[in-house]
T-cell receptor, first 112, second 112 residues
Framework: DGGITQSPKYLFRKEGQNVTLSCEQN?????MYWYRQDPGQGLRLIYY???????QKGDIAEGYSVSREKKESFPLTVTSAQKNPTAFYLC???????????FGQGTRLTVV | DAKTTQPPSMDCAEGRAANLPCNHS???????VYWYRQIHSQGPQYIIH???NNETNEMASLIITEDRKSSTLILPHATLRDTAVYYC?????????????FGGGTRLMVKP
């Protein structure tokens, strides 16, 4: 089935460690996005990519990094520079100009 | 993108229509109104979008006022599975991608 997959669903890391969240899609979408959601809040855009080997910062990119080496994959690295990394992370994809973005089921990251 | 205002929470009886309002008084002529919903701990799901005409699909109806400064999402026969946070988003539809700005949304509780 076509879709967008995030793994793992739950992730625990010690403070000061970098961690990479996976996002894969087989929908042949050009654009991919990473959002962060804190409890009781809406989603905030971290990074987005409209084409392979290119990406742009969103509203809260500090402390995060991404890569887009393949159309299907858009991994997000939460670095030790991110002051408050514990959150729910959501990946999405869409065709350029399309009306609908498809979201993964999210990764809940807890840093202790 | 224009800012939206939604009530933080609403209740609805199962089987009745749920009418979720959204104010977007600063909307521009080329901005569309989108609705997404997020069931607890899952990724958001696209519901519907419109520019100025009323729209209907298998999930919901979207009523946009003539001056386009507000809209209402209607779930005609709410079920318990419609309990979720509903987000109203206003953005330009272009080829640049789907960088969505999510506010706090409306938490809809459907009660038996």
């Amino acid at each position: 089935d076509g879709g967008i997959t995030q793994s793992p669903k739950y992730l625990f890391r010690k403070e000061g460690q970098n961690v990479t969240l996976s996002c894969e899609q087989n929908l042949n979408h050009d654009a991919m996005y990473w959002y962060r959601q804190d409890p009781g809040q809406g989603l905030r855009l971290i990074y987005y990519s409209q084409i392979v080997n290119d990406f742009q910062k969103g509203d809260i990119a500090e402390g995060y990094s991404v890569s887009r080496e393949k159309k299907e994959s858009f991994p997000l690295t939460v670095t030790s520079a991110q002051k408050n990394p514990t959150a729910f992370y959501l990946c999405a994809s869409s065709h350029l100009g399309d009306t609908e973005a498809f979201f993964g089921q999210g990764t809940r990251l807890t840093v202790v | 993108d224009a800012k939206t205002t939604q009530p933080p929470s609403m209740d609805c009886a199962e089987g009745r229509a749920a009418n979720l309002p959204c104010n977007h008084s600063t909307i521009s002529g080329n901005e569309y109104v989108y609705w997404y919903r997020q069931i607890h701990s899952q990724g958001p799901q696209y519901i519907i979008h419109g520019l100025k005409n009323n729209e209907t699909n298998e999930m919901a109806s979207l009523i946009i006022t003539e001056d386009r400064k507000s809209s209402t999402l209607i779930l005609p026969h709410a079920t318990l599975r419609d309990t979720a946070v509903y987000y109203c988003i206003v953005r330009v539809l272009n080829n640049a991608g789907n960088m969505l700005t999510f506010g706090g949304g409306t938490r809809l509780m459907v009660k038996p």
